[in-house]
Every structure is written in structure tokens, then in C-alpha cells.
């Protein structure tokens, strides 16, 4: 009785170490202007602009894609992109990029950085936008 006692508190313990040390898929991380301003250094990155098609046409991030997040096809275009690579998102002000972000996770996205402040905070503290020529 003592040793099976005492092999199951083993294996409790195991189980909590391993849990602890695991990388847990689907994780969201809120990163400032300058995470962001550093991740785009990398042209290749997934990037996703939240918002509608008419404030997109009026200033995104370099190389930015626009997939509304309000739209009823959201998922459907989000399904398109690369769930084993990170996608970072932003929106006006961070309420829907958190909403995105969050959906994302629930398609199994692994990793997802969303902007803090969204472009607000980003074209406030200086950093460059671009608009669609007409």
C-alpha cells in the first residue's frame, strides 16, 4: 500500500513538472510598437490588419493583409494562412486584434502577437503607415 502511494505521488509530480515545462500551443502575447517595429524587419512575417476595407485603405503596416475580423468570412480567409507560423495582428485600438487573436487561437494558430494600442499607439509614437494608391 506504501508503494503504491508512493508511486502515485510520483507520477502526480511528473505530470506537474512536465505540464510545466510544456510550450502550450495557441499562446497570444501583447507586444508594444517597438516588438512590433522589430518583427517587421522580417518581410516574411504573417501579418493581419483587423480592421474594415475602407480604414485599411487609410493607412497599414508595411506589407500588412487586411482580413476584417466583423466579416462572416473571417475564418474562412484566416484559414489560408500558416497555423505553425506566427501571425501578429492589430487593429485601430486593440479590441478587435484581441478578438482576432482569440479566434486564431481557437483554429489552432500556435503563436500570436497582437499590438498593443494597435495603430493609434503606433502612428502616435512616430512609426510609418502606408496607403493604397488610388
Not at 3 to 14: E, K, S
Not at 73 to 99: H, N, Q, T, W
Request: aromatic letters at 8%; proline letters at 1%; glycine letters at 6%.
Amino acid at each position: 500500500m506504501k508503494r503504491a502511494f508512493l508511486f502515485l505521488t510520483l507520477v502526480i509530480a511528473l505530470s506537474f513538472v512536465q505540464s510545466c515545462t510544456e510550450t502550450k500551443a495557441g499562446e497570444i502575447e501583447q507586444i508594444t510598437v517597438e516588438q512590433m517595429s522589430e518583427a517587421l524587419k522580417d518581410s516574411s512575417i504573417q501579418l493581419l490588419d483587423v480592421r474594415t476595407g475602407e480604414e485599411f485603405l487609410t493607412g497599414h503596416l508595411k506589407n500588412s493583409h487586411n482580413i476584417c475580423v466583423t466579416d462572416d468570412d473571417f475564418e474562412e480567409k484566416a484559414a489560408s494562412l500558416d497555423r505553425d507560423k506566427p501571425v501578429y495582428v492589430y487593429c485601430k485600438k486593440g479590441g478587435r486584434s484581441a478578438r482576432a487573436a482569440e479566434i486564431l487561437k481557437e483554429m489552432g494558430f500556435k503563436k500570436i502577437y497582437d499590438l498593443k494600442g494597435g495603430i493609434v499607439l503606433w502612428e502616435e509614437s512616430g512609426q510609418d503607415t502606408e496607403k493604397e494608391q488610388s
